[in-house]
């Protein structure tokens, strides 16, 4: 009330400060909320002031003491609030006693504003087992400072990464390709037998997409990964790429993996095997049976063809003599040319089918590389440069010559029409020294030294689809008259005879390398075989004619005849023969004739060359060694008979004997 002169007793004032309560209230409830928010997490939270000094934990920090035990097994270390957290990080007792620097630095730099952020993760020693725990720190974005501290327990996160990685160590033991694929190619696991394999590391393969990576048939994988959709799993045979371009031919087995928590299939595991080696043993022995069966039945069905070719060559004769008429005659000599041309055919398929059988000596491979490079040099296009490699120290080898001259020569005749426009034919020889693994992974070779010829082209190169067929008898890719498709086949049957095999190597555009690998004898004395051909007989400048239609053996026969002291005539066929025979009748002491020739055969030529003069010797000579054969070579006037491949010996001794029939006992 008021005083009686009306002066006020007090004065009051009233302020609404709704506002204020309401926000007091609401930060009592925030800091509530906050608190509760904090002390329900897992994670133990510390804030620490500028000096690194603890001023709030939550719940969970209060309990981080009983992790922190030290290694020594004392007392827990004191954590709460009013510790230095940097003194916790430098204790050599602390908590971060594997890490102790890496915090302390951590800390330091984000206190003092030289880091944004912190993260550590480290093993926290404890009296039952290691434990592992994930400190975060981030700045307080105040103007006190300050940073918010928080340690979450990964122990469970770290045990599963540990047993992941032993068990990617029992993987990488494997010799498989291991790896795991999402459904979209992307692959998330590479062990190292992948690397291995396939030459891309782990950190190369992971993330990339697998089908790219290892260029694989793209709609093959679509088909296999349909099959894990419906069945859970898929086998087959694929074709991959290295990182070196190597083609692998791999098995595959592929798995669908699940997931943990809902079951659903969420990527898959394949397992890989490489079987390129044993695809490679597998094509051939395929192709030995193959060829195996072909030889069977080619000589079966040319067994039977010389049986029929052999009267029709004689009967021609008769014919001939029958029917003058000039009509009759050009008819008769159309059906000589196609039987003998048969009767050819008829020999290659017979070495083919058989293989070649022949007095075998030490071969020095320069020689004959020499001899065939001769005939080449004087044969081939001008376009065409013949390059000869022969190391002084080559190995020998023992074999036909005659023989091996032919597999030279039809494989230098293969280079040269692959090279119509010119181009570089190359001549070689090595020593190489096969190993028990080489000979596991060609099913022809056998451990030990072996000498190599190779003959290369930089031709057109061979199709990849015919290269397995070229060494089969009668397929040929020339044009019709121009190939039998025997001459591969033949060369085939003669390196077989000789122990050996052949390997080719193609690429469409750049080339061919033929490579004929032949058992060797490093130890072979070539001084021994020259003294021992020295001691053979010599002519005294008696003349010879050569009389074959094969080029190899016509010029390695007149090679080795003009070595030992005798001059030659050579003609490639009868009625050359004949024609050499009337202009040098006076000079020529033997004929040395083949029996199956073109135009005229040996018989036939026999016959005309005894009507020139019936006293002239004649030795005839034929890969066929038929009775047949003896007995009409002998019927039309050769008086020696000799089978071919026959050895400069062979021809040597019996040339002395027909020379010189007094000095025979």
């Known amino acids: 009330m008021p005083k009686p002169d009306g002066t006020p007793v007090a004065f009051l004032t009233v302020t609404d400060i709704t506002a204020r309560v309401q926000a007091e209230t609401e930060a009592r409830r925030s800091a509530e909320f906050n608190n509760t928010v904090l002390n329900s997490v897992l994670a133990q939270i510390a804030v620490i002031d500028r000096e690194g000094r603890i001023i709030a934990v939550n719940d969970a920090w209060s309990r981080f003491s009983a992790a922190n035990i030290s290694p020594a097994g004392n007392q827990p270390m004191n954590t709460g609030i009013g510790v230095n957290y940097l003194d916790i990080c430098r204790s050599a007792e602390g908590p971060f006693s594997e890490g102790a620097a890496d915090a302390c630095e951590g800390i330091a730099s984000l206190l003092e504003g030289r880091a944004e952020s912190f993260t550590l993760e480290y093993p926290c020693p404890s009296q039952e087992a290691e434990r592992w725990f994930l400190l975060t720190a981030t700045p307080l974005r105040s103007s006190s400072g300050g940073a918010v501290v928080s340690h979450v327990d990964i122990t469970q996160r770290k045990l599963a990464e540990k047993t992941i990685e032993r068990q990617a160590k029992f993987l990488d033991q494997a010799n498989e390709a291991i790896l795991v694929r999402d459904f979209n190619g992307t692959i998330s696991f590479w062990n190292k037998g992948a690397e291995r394999l396939y030459g891309w590391t782990s950190e190369e393969a992971i993330g990339r997409n697998s089908i790219d990576l290892l260029q694989a048939d793209r ?114 000599q159309m059906l000589e040319e196609g039987a003998t041309r048969g009767a050819d055919m008829v020999r290659q398929i017979l070495t083919f089918a058989r293989g070649v059988e022949g007095r075998q000596t030490l071969i020095n491979p320069k020689h004959l590389m020499q001899d065939v490079c001769r005939i080449l040099t004087e044969t081939l296009l001008k376009q065409i440069q013949v390059v000869i490699d022969v190391p002084a120290d080559i190995w020998l080898v023992r074999g036909d010559p005659t023989q091996l001259h032919q597999v030279l020569l039809n494989l230098c005749v293969n280079a040269r029409d692959a090279m119509p426009h010119g181009g570089t034919l190359t001549l070689a020889a090595s020593n190489q020294e096969l190993d028990e693994h080489y000979a596991a992974m060609h099913i022809e070779a056998a451990p030990g030294p072996y000498m190599v010829l190779s003959v290369s082209d930089t031709g057109s190169g061979i199709p990849e689809h015919i290269r397995e067929r070229i060494f089969e008898p009668f397929f040929t890719t020339k044009e019709t008259g121009k190939g039998t498709g025997l001459g591969l086949a033949t060369c085939m049957a003669i390196i077989k005879a000789h122990g050996g095999f052949l390997n080719l190597y193609s690429e469409i555009g750049k080339g061919t390398i033929f490579k004929v690998y032949l058992p060797a004898e490093p130890d072979g004395n070539a001084n021994h075989t020259e003294k021992h051909a020295a001691s053979l007989p010599r002519g005294n400048g008696e003349t010879i004619l050569v009389v074959d239609d094969e080029t190899s053996i016509r010029e390695i026969t007149r090679q080795t005849l003009e070595a030992y002291g005798f001059n030659v005539f050579t003609a490639s066929d009868g009625a050359e023969a004949v024609a050499v025979y009337a202009q040098h009748a006076s000079e020529i002491d ?9 135009i005229m055969d040996g018989v036939a030529m026999i016959h005309a060359l005894r009507r020139m003069n019936p006293d002239i010797p004649i030795i005839a000579a034929s890969g066929l060694a038929t009775e047949a054969q003896n007995h009409s070579a002998l019927t039309a006037g050769a008086k020696y008979f000799v089978p071919k491949p026959y050895t400069a010996e062979a021809i040597l001794r019996l040339l002395h004997e027909v020379l010189h029939p007094v000095s025979k006992k």
């Open 590 to 598: 033997v004929v040395l004739t083949d029996l199956m020739m073109p």
């Open 219 to 332: 709609d093959l994988m679509e088909e296999g990964a349909k099959q894990i959709r419906s069945k859970g799993e898929w086998n087959g045979e694929l074709r991959m790429v290295s990182k070196s371009g190597r083609e692998l031919i791999v098995e595959s087995r592929w798995s669908l993996l699940h997931s943990a928590t809902e079951g659903s299939g969420e990527g898959i595991l394949k397992i890989d095997v490489d079987i390129t080696a044993k695809k490679a043993l597998e094509t051939q022995y395929l192709r030995a049976q193959r060829m195996e069966s072909i030889g069977t039945l080619a000589g079966g069905i040319a067994h039977d063809l010389n049986n029929m070719l052999s009267p029709i060559l004689m009967s021609i004769e008769l014919l001939k003599a029958k029917l003058p008429a000039a009509n009759d005659q050009a008819l008769l």
